[in-house]
């Protein structure tokens, strides 16, 4: 437990003074009892009653002591559920994805575990789909209709090349599309000669004005929204990945990354051709931890199954320091009305 005023915990010195100040009248009224005995005052001493005079003022002291620490503002580490109402699902439809190093293959696993994940989270959590290939594009925007969801995550076509930062930055389009982010003009072409790649990008166009000025924030401290990025390759086109993670940490975005497929890799016969498919491992660790998330590497679909569930659970249900202070309070007040109705109770006054 942590408390968000700890300097009025000094207040808590207050306690110790009040215990020796009651046991000194206690004592004084001992001493003036045996000097001027009564009938009442041997009543009130008997072994049956003796306990009750301390019960009202023990209480008052533990109600005291609540309300102290209700001052400092006490806050505890509680699983709760995420202020997180947006996720985007980024996945590569990249043509390796049919590779059959994960049975059936990729493509058939990571929709079924996507579709898992889609039918685990709660209703009031909004889901949309990214899709990228050479090019990334929004196949469903954030809904929490699953029925739509699971017939987008069916809808998923393969295509050439592998842009994996055009996906995280088609996610960050979806999430915010009043910041002027410009997919276009951040898009890198490339030119084929002999065989060879080149890069000969044309001018640069203007980039679109925010509906708003942009602030950088923390990294990883928007809880409103996250993106989990799925791929089983590298990026052979489009912008950059930690250009585009660069992006997402200064709005806060985590950007969970799940590399899917072998070490090793696989071969995958594309037009007749036999080509050997790697994931980028280092550089989505990077873009992991720019963006203050986590990595992930799954070899066969039950690994990424699971993977998806661990992700419903870091990103739906997160611990996280909440303030207690109304608990404190409640039982505070509670305990020092219970002191005072007792003390009216049976001996007709406060104290």
Do not use: C
């Not at 699902?89 to 575990?113: G, W």
């Not at 009031?124 to 209709?145: E, H, W």
């Not at 799954?298 to 998806?308: C, D, F, M, N, V």
């Amino acid at each position: 437990m942590k408390f968000i005023w700890p300097e009025l915990l000094w207040f808590l010195l207050l306690v110790p003074l009040l215990v020796a100040a009651y046991v000194y009248v206690l004592r004084r009224k001992r001493r003036e009892a045996l000097r001027y005995p009564s009938l009442a005052m041997v009543r009130a001493g008997s072994p049956q009653r003796a306990w009750r005079r301390h019960v009202p003022p023990a209480l008052f002291l533990l109600g005291l002591l609540g309300a102290l620490l209700a001052a400092a503002r006490p806050s505890a580490l509680i699983t709760l559920p995420s202020h997180q109402k947006v996720i985007i699902l980024a996945i590569d439809v990249s043509l390796s994805m049919r590779a059959t190093d994960v049975v059936p293959n990729r493509i058939a696993a990571a929709q079924a575990a996507a579709k898992s994940f889609i039918a685990d989270v709660p209703g009031d959590v909004r889901i949309g789909i990214v899709s990228f290939a050479g090019t990334a594009a929004l196949v469903q925007s954030p809904t929490s209709n699953k029925e739509d969801l699971i017939a987008a995550v069916d809808r998923l076509q393969l295509d050439r090349q592998t842009a994996i930062g055009s996906g995280i930055v088609m996610s960050l389009i979806t999430l915010f599309p009043d910041h002027g982010i410009d997919l276009e003009s951040m898009v890198l072409p490339y030119y084929r000669y002999g065989g060879r790649s080149a890069f000969n990008p044309p001018p640069k166009p203007p980039a679109k004005k925010p509906d708003k000025p942009f602030v950088a924030v923390e990294p990883g401290s928007n809880q409103n929204a996250a993106i989990i990025l799925l791929t089983d390759g590298r990026r052979t086109t489009g912008p950059h990945p930690i250009d585009a993670a660069r992006l997402a940490a200064e709005r806060g975005i985590k950007v969970y990354t799940v590399g899917f497929g072998t070490p090793q890799g696989a071969q995958v016969s594309i037009e007749g051709y036999s080509i050997y498919m790697a994931f980028d491992e280092e550089t989505l660790r990077a873009i992991a931890e720019f963006t203050r998330a986590e990595y992930f590497h799954a070899s066969t679909g039950e690994q990424l199954r699971k993977i998806y569930e661990s992700l419903s659970s870091k990103i739906i249900l997160q611990r996280e320091h909440t303030e207690i202070t109304f608990l404190f309070a409640a039982v505070s007040s509670l305990l020092l009305l219970l002191s005072g109705g007792l003390s009216l109770l049976w001996f007709n006054r406060t104290f």
